[in-house]
T-cell receptor, first 117, second 112 residues
Framework: GAVVSQHPSRVICKSGTSVKIECRSL??????MFWYRQFPKQSLMLMAT?????????EQGVEKDKFLINHASLTLSTLTVTSAHPEDSSFYIC?????????????FGPGTRLTVL | SQQGEEDPQALSIQEGENATMNCSYK?????LQWYRQNSGRGLVHLIL?????REKHSGRLRVTLDTSKKSSSLLITASRAADTASYFC????????????FGAGTQVVVTP
């Protein structure tokens, strides 16, 4: 149980295009999902908190118009990197909290490797 | 912002040896969690220890928490080559609204 999937696992795009990454909780409902980015050999940096049915809350320094987040259902959150540039190349990871669980455990997706040429 | 500081940054050991890594943090927490990440993959949750707990075991893993020193340790006993990964501690601060704060991680290499 508690599986989180991400799609795609890897994407290469040209500079200026937009890329959508999906995060799904497969066997539980998640009112809250989190989006992180991770540069090589570094830790995870929280980008934003995705709340089902409401606007996402972004961490300081993260452009909300650049990284669009939509949490349309209890099992799906999407992150769209708009007008991507090479500096957006990174590993993007989502996580989800089980709404029906009393624990604070977050379950992480396998990540999406974005390369912007 | 990163709250947790981990040491060592890297650890190289042989199979069968124990691996110990430490994590320090700065604010009050509800719990502290340890995760493993294999290269290029997502994070796997290993263990959660609550602020009122001092020690917890799960298989070959032993986690301690000292809230007075704001530190935690993760011990992997009888390590295996498959334990090669990066290990991250993540704190759940009391005022974080559910947001985990990750440490810098310890890269562990276990050689056969």
């Amino acid at each position: 149980g508690a599986v989180v999937s991400q799609h795609p696992s890897r994407v290469i795009c040209k500079s200026g295009t937009s890329v959508k990454i999906e995060c799904r909780s497969l066997d539980f409902q998640a009112t809250t999902m989190f989006w992180y980015r991770q540069f090589p050999k570094q830790s995870l940096m929280l980008m934003a908190t995705s709340n089902e049915g409401s606007k996402a809350t972004y961490e300081q320094g993260v452009e909300k118009d650049k990284f669009l987040i939509n949490h349309a259902s209890l099992t799906l959150s999407t992150l769209t990197v708009t007008s991507a540039h090479p500096e957006d190349s990174s590993f993007y990871i989502c996580s989800a909290r089980n709404s029906g669980s009393s624990t604070d455990t977050q379950y992480f997706g396998p990540g999406t490797r974005l390369t912007v040429l | 912002s990163q709250q947790g500081e981990e040491d060592p940054q890297a650890l190289s050991i042989q199979e069968g040896e124990n691996a110990t890594m430490n994590c320090s943090y700065k604010t009050s927490i509800n719990n502290l969690q340890w995760y493993r990440q294999n290269s290029g993959r997502g994070l796997v949750h290993l263990i959660l220890i609550r602020s009122n707990e001092r020690e917890k075991h799960s298989g070959r893993l032993r986690v301690t928490l000292d809230t007075s020193k704001k530190s935690s340790s993760l011990l992997i006993t009888a390590s295996r080559a498959a334990d090669t990964a990066s290990y991250f501690c993540a704190t759940f601060p009391t005022d974080s609204w559910g947001k985990l704060q990750f440490g810098a991680g310890t890269q562990v290499v276990v050689t056969p």
